[in-house]
Nanobody, 113 residues
Framework: QVQLVESGGGLVQPGGSLRLSCATS????????MDWYRQAPGKQREFVAS???????TYGGSVKGRFTISRDNAKNTVYLTMNSLKPEDTAVYYC???????WGQGTQVTVSS
């Protein structure tokens, strides 16, 4: 069965960096688009970034220039490298395979001094 498992979240100071990972299994990872979304308390889930099967990225407006999505097809893993973090980036971050609408369980990112 399809499984998506996020990791790498935590507490970071404003201006800091984190790298999230989403390890996948149960499907041919290299053939699928993969996304990152986030949800802050009291807000709707928000698109963060997407990466095509051949590695082309797309970003949401609020993270463009600060976040980088990448993938390692040999490891069946998609990454989100987050730089210049702001308090408003605080949210639960979710990995998604849009085909079939598979979601991971999420990983908490808190940006605070």
């Amino acid at each position: 069965q399809v499984q998506l498992v996020e990791s790498g979240g935590g507490l970071v100071q404003p201006g800091g960096s984190l790298r999230l990972s989403c390890a996948t299994s149960g499907f041919m990872f290299s053939s699928y688009v993969m996304d990152w979304y986030r949800q802050a308390p009291g807000k709707q889930r928000e698109f963060v970034a997407s990466i095509s099967s051949n590695g082309n990225p797309t970003y949401g407006g609020s993270v463009k220039g600060r976040f980088t999505i990448s993938r390692d097809n040999a490891k069946n893993t998609v990454y989100l490298t987050m730089n210049s973090l702001k308090p408003e980036d605080t949210a639960v971050y979710y990995c998604r395979r849009p085909s079939g609408m598979y979601w991971g369980q999420g990983t908490q990112v808190t940006v605070s001094s």
